[in-house]
């Protein structure tokens, strides 16, 4: 197909597309000299929903006209205000309301879920976790462990793909569990990989955690608004996520957490019951909140997840995520997939002349993935960065991923087919130069 008809095939996609309309709902960068960029790196930070701006102008004006008053007479009054974002929340992890909450951040929750369901015991005192996981989730899991007076070089277990692999099968997350199962805790798994994008069978893992007698938690930093999730269905223990990526909570957004209802359902709401697996730790934003204000020593919990809250959230961390769910719930979870499958699947369909050069470690089945594509560029990491650079220099917006991963992420809420077309267009003259 030559070059002017591969971009009229993009565009006669992107005018088929029953989602085309949300694009023009969001802020689209530009360069230094107004030329739209292609933005393709939703998998870092997601682009900003233009009524975000509307919504935190308007806690800065109730700010402004109200000063304390706001807690209570806000037009979204700011005690409960976390509850705006709990059935947006809920329908993008599958899960019930009273099972998610948006609080802190995703590390923050990942060391207080590790806080209630990390309970070594004799023996079973491991965690099993993905080798080359996310930094920050490795830190809070060999700091958990050293916390509490064990050894992580003993008592963390990386799981690493074969020799010369990228990617871990479920059959080997099973195969380990079966071999070590009596000695592990907790498996703490990724939704979908950071770095190769691999997404993986939540329910399977979890599945084979609980055959052995194991707690499993998810980290959903970039699956959540990326892939259908079904949490409860699953039996997840618990799961953790950040709203910056696919969710375009904005830079820092407060982040989010679930915790299954059978373990919510297991707490006292009186009492600070730490023996129990999901034992809380309490602050007092996690108090019910008709007494909250009484001040009383004595601890109530709200009901739900609700009650692992620890302080009153940032408003202004939270205000533009409200804005990009209500577009997840305009768009809807299923057509939005529907799109991100067809639209990943033919920049893979693109890319496919640059094999050989252009190696994508990303699963080619769509259940296995959700819109990252990872590329390993041949030659190695320095030529990698190199057209990493060039990229950039051609106003591709995608990152780099240390040692040697380009990562590129067509989003079906604001990307078109048109930019994946520009995309393998500026790779494909950059490998020539
Ligand atoms: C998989 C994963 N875990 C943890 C983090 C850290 O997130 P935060 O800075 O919100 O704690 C990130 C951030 O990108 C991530 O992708």
Known sequence: MSEAAALEDARARDAADPLRALRARFALPRD??????????????????????????????????????????????????????????????????????????????????????????????????????????????ASQIAWR??????????LAPRAGEDLVAEAAIEATLAARGEEIALVLWPGVQFRTGQAFDVARIVRAAHRHGCIAGIDL???????????????ADFAVWCSYKYLNGGPGAI???????????????????????????????????????????????????????????????AAPLLASLALFTEAGMGPLREKSVALTGYLEGLLRPLEGRVQIITPGEPPRRGCQLSLRLAGGAARGRQVFDALAARGMVCDWRAPDIIRVAPVPLYNRFEDAWLFVQALTQVLKG
């Open 221 to 235: 930093a970039h699956s959540i608004g990326n892939l259908p999730l079904a949490l409860h269905d699953a039996n």
């Open 32 to 141: 230094g000299e107004g030329e739209a960029l292609t933005y393709l790196c939703g998998h870092s930070l997601g682009l900003m929903p233009l009524a975000a701006r509307d919504l935190m102008t308007e806690e800065l004006d109730d700010w402004a006209r109200l000063g304390v008053e706001g807690h209570e007479h806000a037009r979204r009054p700011w005690i409960p205000y976390h509850e705006n974002l709990t059935p947006g929340l809920a329908a993008l992890t599958g899960a019930r309301d009273t099972e998610v909450v948006a609080m802190n951040s995703l590390t923050a929750n990942l060391h207080l879920m590790l806080a209630s369901f990390y309970r070594p015991q004799g023996r079973r005192a491991c965690i099993l976790m993905e080798a080359g996981a996310f930094s920050s989730d490795r830190h809070a899991v």
């Open 255 to 317: 982040g989010g957490c679930f915790v299954h209802q059978r373990h919510i359902d297991a707490q006292s709401r009186m009492r600070h019951s730490g023996a129990l697996p999901g034992a809380r730790l309490a602050g007092w934003w996690g108090h019910e909140e008709a007494t909250r204000f009484l001040m009383e020593p004595e601890f109530r919990g709200a009901s739900g997840i609700a009650a692992w809250q620890l302080s009153n959230p940032s408003i202004f961390a």
């Open 149 to 158: 007076g064990l050894d992580p070089k003993t008592t963390l277990l990386e």
